[in-house]
């Protein structure tokens, strides 16, 4: 009779990895559609006071928190700023509402925008005393996604 019982056990074990990796139920990707559309790469100019100003933006959305991250460079003076904030879906694209931190700590501009169609068009705001001003009006265009 061990035999019988033996035979059981050791296909219950050779089983055991093989199920181990199925999972039960559907597969949830990590990225929503929306998500999948908007995040990348973001090049284009600003309008201000100073004239004409090159940025990038390499943008993050996770849709279901509602947050958005990434990092905006000024093409010309080389300086980057890590940005986060809130993003609220809409159909085909949404709004962003960025803060942009120089070296981590130092509140420099904030972004508001409109982000369809592959571009992003709003305002960078720069930061003087801790209050928004100098608005630069932003046209950025979708140039790559993230991988």
Do not use: W
């Not at 990348?40 to 100019?45: F, L």
């Not at 004239?51 to 996770?62: A, I, K, M, S």
């Amino acid at each position: 009779m061990r035999p019988a019982r033996a035979v059981p056990l050791f296909a219950a074990l050779l089983l055991a990895p093989v199920l181990g990796g199925c999972a039960f139920g559907a597969y949830i990707s990590p990225e929503t559609p929306l998500e999948r559309t908007v995040n990348g790469t973001y090049e284009g100019v600003g309008n201000g006071i100073t004239g004409r100003v090159p940025y990038r933006l390499v943008l993050t959305v996770q849709e279901r928190a509602g947050r958005a991250s990434g990092v905006l460079t000024n093409l010309e003076s080389k300086k980057a700023y890590a940005a986060t904030g809130s993003f609220r879906p809409a159909e085909g694209g949404g709004a962003l509402d960025l803060t942009m931190y120089e070296g981590g700590d130092k509140y420099r501009a904030a972004l508001h925008g409109d982000l369809r169609a592959g571009a992003i068009t709003g305002q960078i705001k720069t930061v003087l005393l801790g209050k928004e001003l100098f608005p630069y009006n932003v046209t950025l265009n979708k140039v790559t996604a993230t991988p």
